[in-house]
């Protein structure tokens, strides 16, 4: 009911300012002629004043003075009759039937409108019942939790928090309160793999370098671990390396049992995916993500509680300086701040080693990650660059050369012109990579190149198989541009 007040409201309102000018009387606009008259006598009084300065003779004087008494009668004969004029503004009749016209036509054209583009028939909520919708529900509980947290933080409180979030697609604030739950030692396979997918849902559906490395520490500490092992399959998917993509998800295949849920969506990718590399999936061997076998460091990765902090694989944690057994209980002990200071003084340790072994592809792109996710984009941005130096027909160093081009980006904002550059150089090595595509077709978007854009992103469209999570930011994509 409320709703109709309004639109009655504007309607009425934009009917007086149609109307009101049609109904008020014209004011009589003087005649022409009594301005012409006026500029003639001023003629006249001129005349006479050059003839009185001796400026004029007698016979020029003359002379102009009947050329303006001439023009004087020429004028009172154009005068109109009196009572013409426009025709709208004498003629008090069509004013009214065009007041009539607009009176009935204006809101039968909005209210047919909004028939068929409105719900007309749809029930105000009661105000009531929209505390009985589970979302609303939703919100006031997550609502109050953070505010609870706040006062008195609590770790199983965090983890609530992070899951609400989750559930109502607040995938960056439920990535922070998973972060906060782990600082405060509640760590698990299932925390660090649900923290794992919110990065992925905050990012697009794309598996940032971040999110691989924690999905790897999944698997360390459960390496049956389902959802690592289908994102480690999709970030592989997303670099250009189907057919190692669709070797995993084999893998994963072959270990599920046959009532899982996942494992029509998990086909359904291994067919789309395999189509699209133009190989046999049956001809692909089931190969796991990350080498079999027990863990180097006990327990789980020291780094993951730390706000900021990279999840490290074990097999890295050997290579790159970083402690296991012990060593990594040692600092999981330690406080957040500690903590955060030892992971800095690691990250020391590895940019001096790589000092040392400049040809260390493998460290330069963990350090390239270390310095993002530790808040450096300048000095991850410089790591990158020599990961790309290392291998130049790589996808995968380019993708986190452009990935810390963007750190420093907020959301919304439009990609710098040195991301959007690599993303070109990633499209020149690999023409069909969807993930530059994707941002080169929103920075063609952003550029105002609605037609490049829309070319592009329907191309991204084309290749992403039906339950891949970019596509929905992508029909986003193409949904605001047909609007404009």
């Known amino acids: 009911m409320t709703l109709w007040i309004i639109f009655t409201a504007l309607t009425l309102a934009v009917l007086a300012l149609l109307i009101l000018p049609l109904l008020r009387r014209p004011a009589a606009a003087p005649p022409r002629v009594d301005y012409d008259m006026v500029v003639y006598r001023d003629q006249l009084a001129e005349l006479e004043r050059d003839q009185e300065r001796g400026l004029l003779t007698n016979d020029q004087v003359e002379a102009a003075r009947t050329e303006i ?32 016209l607009i009176i009935i036509l204006v809101p039968l054209s909005a209210f047919g409108i909004y028939a068929k583009l ?12 929209r505390g009985a919708d589970p979302e609303f529900r939703m919100v006031q509980m997550a ?34 309160a998973f972060r906060q ?52 399959g999709l970030a592989k998917a997303q670099i250009g390396k189907n057919a190692e993509a669709v070797s995993i998800w084999r893998d994963l295949e072959k270990g599920s049992p046959a009532e899982a849920p996942w494992l029509p969506m998990l086909r359904e990718h291994i067919q789309e995916y395999a189509k699209a590399g133009g190989f046999d999936p049956a001809k692909i061997d089931p190969v796991p993500p990350i080498p079999a076998g027990p863990p180097t460091a006990k ?5 993951a509680g730390v706000p900021g902090a990279p999840p490290v694989a074990p097999e890295e944690a050997a290579q790159s300086g970083m402690p296991s057994g012990e060593a ?79 750190a420093s980006v907020k959301d919304g904002a439009p990609l710098p012109p040195e991301a959007v550059g690599t993303m070109r150089e990633i499209l020149s090595v690999d023409p069909e990579n969807a993930t530059a595509m994707y941002y080169l077709g929103a920075a063609e978007a952003d550029a105002g190149n609605g037609g490049k854009a829309r070319e592009m992103l329907s191309k991204v469209l084309e290749m992403l198989p039906a339950g891949a999570p970019l596509r929905a930011k992508v029909m986003d994509r193409l949904a605001a541009l047909s609007k404009k």
């Open 69 to 100: 008494l001439r023009r004087m009668l020429a004028a009172e004969d154009a005068e109109p009759p009196a009572g013409a004029g426009s025709l709208l503004a004498g003629d008090r009749r069509l004013r009214l039937i065009t007041a009539a």
């Open 118 to 129: 409105g719900a007309p028939t749809m029930p105000d909520q009661p105000f009531a019942a």
């Open 143 to 176: 609502e109050r939790l953070a505010a609870d947290l706040t006062r008195q933080p609590e770790a199983d409180g965090f983890v609530t928090l992070a899951e609400t979030y989750f559930q109502l697609r607040r995938y960056p604030e439920s990535v922070d």
């Open 181 to 232: 739950a782990m600082a405060m030692g509640v760590i698990d396979s299932q925390i660090l793999a649900s923290m794992a997918e919110a990065m992925v849902m905050s990012n697009d559906g794309m598996v940032t370098p971040e999110a691989r490395q924690a999905f790897q520490q999944v698997l360390t500490l459960d390496k049956e671990d389902a959802r690592a092992r289908f994102y480690l």
């Open 299 to 303: 327990g789980p990765n020291p780094h």
């Open 328 to 406: 990594a209980a040692a600092v999981l002990a330690q406080s957040p701040e500690e903590r955060l200071k030892t992971i800095r003084s690691m990250v020391a340790g590895l940019a001096a080693r790589l000092e040392q072994s400049p040809e260390d592809f493998d460290g330069w792109m963990r350090l390239a990650r270390a310095y993002k996710v530790l808040g450096e984009p300048d000095k991850s941005v410089a790591a990158a660059r020599h990961a790309v130096s290392l291998k130049p027909r790589e996808v995968e160093p380019k993708l986190a050369l452009a990935e810390a081009q963007m």
